[in-house]
């Protein structure tokens, strides 16, 4: 008998069974599953931008509004001038066809261990948590939340919902299940020494949004 | 590891002396319990929310062979291979084969307390791979040689001077020359040394906080960033799981991450929240070449039959231990096994035997403050209560207790022979004490008399005064 076997096998035996559900009950199951009911949601205020402001200012994630996507550009350039990092960006290829500045070396891709700083655009961004959603795909490598010391985010104010229930709809709109979904919300923090909060543990120590007007 | 249960009261006591546990102890216990409190206050919803995944759980778990199934069949889907392990032997197998299948050299590790659980890191070493810890909590017990003192706070029993001790002896390799002592300068050596052994490493394995029965994906909760790292940048992933993990959808899940963030470190959400499934797709620029996730029964299937069903409910957010002042004491180690506190005690009897754990259900005070905050609502003391029933019946409890528990049986179905059993030697120490008062120590009582005095009995029994004044016509 296979470990399969045995593990399915106690499991059944454990609810009273000696097979799988009858085919009525999975139809039922199925039909449950199809349904995606929603539990009680806390409450979160009605404007959706300052809901979204004051979680990321919560998690000490920065937040910096701009006219549209084409000003992020210029907006990644002062970022790097701002913090003194070396003017070189790993971008997602999302945002390969903006007119980067010359200053600013780019490199669209996946991020490589001496990138200091990750630009990416985003599926949409959470107001009840401050979260920002970063499905992977081709044109969004996941490194680039994780592996640089410095997250820019590229964020249009339409991409932003209420609950975390309603990415979940978004997520399926996308078609087949992508290998990964970052919902980040904040730079990465530890409390493993004396449960004392520090910021940069192993990902990004700051993040920055950029907010598009559209 | 193996359990030292058995040991539980020699443990405890050394616990209780051991003056820098007990200072890096009451530091973390007043921070988890207002950190969770805070969380809390501003969710009114926080009960009706509480109930209600209480009755999810309890639906995925009454269909958990039709669930996992289904999320064995979209991993499949999304490109992953599904293993299954009965027991912990068979997990830890399954996980070495594949690493040397693929020509492993170095395993980074994600905190997984089913890892734990099953001895994984041994297991890996034993094989030969270089295995490293990366959770900064695992890593630093990785160090010491220890393991874990509480399930989401791994070295929260070490000091900043022990960690800069750990750094200091241990990072000599790697270049560090002097001694660090504030806290940014140890995350940032951790961070440093820890960077190439994410980029080094040929497997990945890390744990799961939720399986998702409808798309395959497993929801992977952490701070530091380290979880994904290890998820994304080696050629293999592996995850290990327990089979109670699975729920329907995420619709289903999303109150329990709610639950469990606020419950564990009092945040609304944690840093990172991912959802994983599947090696890297077609077109992706990272991401691994395999995926693995192994379900680990290990004693649970035997749990969904028997008395201890609703602790399967558990989501592992260490409440019950932040708020239980025996753990708050002395601290995880002294449990003896991977789980601490009221939950290590109701699961560490189910799944190394009550014989070694069954000191483990009576480190209770009964004061039920582990069954109030836990939010999955587990009935953690009555659980405690049928261990201790279960190990009085098989004759596990010491000899002391037995005839003491006879004893007083004895006396408790014979009024008149209890009464006057308490009353005479009322009567004789009210006369003994009459002088000072109070005593210092008192033969049978001398754990009692240990820390404080005895005040001297004055007066009769209240039976005795309550005679007395009915008859005085009161």
Known sequence: MSARDTVLGNIRAALGRDGPLADEQRQQLRQRVAEHRRSTQPQVGDDLIAALKAGMQRVQMSCEEIDGIAAAPAAVLAFVERHGLPAVAAIAPALAELDWPAALAVHSGAAGRDHQLGVTACLCAVAETGSIVLPSAASSPTTLNFLPENHVVVLRRSQVVRHLEDVWPLLRGLGAVPRAVSINTGPSRTADIEQTIEIGAHGPRRMHVLLARE | ?474
């Not at chain 2, 969380?39 to 309890?58: C, F, G, H, M």
């Not at chain 2, 997984?112 to 659980?117: C, L, P």
């Not at chain 2, 290890?230 to 999303?254: A, N, Y």
């Not at chain 2, 008192?442 to 009692?448: K, V």
């Open chain 2, 1 to 474: 590891m193996q359990p030292q249960s058995h040991n539980f009261a020699d443990n405890a006591r050394r616990a209780l002396g051991d003056h820098k546990l007990r200072q890096a102890m009451g530091r973390a216990k007043d921070g988890f319990i207002g950190k969770r409190a805070a969380a809390i206050a501003i969710v009114p919803e926080w009960q009706r929310i509480r109930a209600e995944a209480k009755e999810l759980r309890s639906h995925a778990q009454d269909n958990l062979d039709y669930y996992l199934e289904e999320y064995e069949a979209q991993v499949q889907a999304n490109g992953g291979q599904v293993h299954w392990a009965a027991s912990a032997g068979d997990a830890c197998q399954a996980i070495v084969d594949i690493c040397q299948r693929v020509g492993a050299r170095t395993v980074t590790k994600g905190k997984s307390m089913v890892g734990e659980e099953v001895g994984l890191n041994q297991a890996l070493e034993a094989a030969g791979f270089e295995t490293i810890e990366t959770d900064l909590g695992e890593y630093i017990i990785q160090l010491a040689g220890e393991p874990p003192s509480h399930i989401i706070a791994p070295a929260v029993h070490k000091t900043r001077d022990e960690v800069a001790d750990l750094f200091q002896q241990n990072h000599r390799q790697y270049g560090l020359t002097e001694r660090l002592n504030d806290r940014p300068a140890l995350v940032d050596e951790a961070r440093r040394v820890l960077r190439d052994k994410f980029l080094a490493a040929d497997v990945g394995i890390t744990g799961a906080n939720f399986l998702i029965a409808e798309s395959g994906q497993h929801v992977l909760i952490t701070n530091e960033g380290n979880g994904d790292l290890t998820s994304c940048l080696p050629r293999v992933h592996i995850v290990i799981t327990g089979i109670e993990k699975v729920m329907p959808t995420l619709e289903d899940t999303t109150s329990l991450i709610r639950l469990l963030d606020a419950s564990a470190t009092g945040q609304q959400i944690s840093n990172y929240t991912s959802l994983y499934s599947g090696p890297k797709r077609a077109g992706d620029l990272d991401g691994p070449d395999e995926f693995h996730v192994v379900l680990v029964d290990n004693g649970r299937s035997r749990m969904l039959g028997g008395a201890f069903r609703e602790m399967l409910r558990c989501i592992r957010c260490g409440a019950c231990l932040n708020h239980c002042p025996v753990y708050g004491n002395i601290g995880g180690h002294a449990y003896g096994w991977v789980y601490p506190g009221p939950m290590g005690s109701v699961i560490t009897p189910i799944m190394v035997g009550l014989e070694e754990a069954a000191s483990l259900p009576n480190a209770c005070t009964l004061n039920g403050r582990c069954g109030e905050v836990c939010p999955m609502s587990i009935p953690l003391p009555d659980l405690l209560r049928k261990h201790r029933e279960t190990a009085f019946r098989e004759g596990l409890a010491s000899a002391g207790t037995r005839w003491g528990l006879a004893g007083w049986a004895f006396l408790a179905r014979r009024p008149r022979l209890y009464q006057l059993a308490l009353r005479l030697p009322m009567k004789l120490m009210g006369l003994l004490g009459r002088r000072r008062g109070r005593f210092r120590k008192l033969p049978l009582a001398a754990a009692w008399t240990a820390g404080r005095d005895m005040p001297a009995p004055q007066g009769d029994t209240f039976m005795a005064q309550w005679a007395k004044r009915r008859g005085g016509g009161a």
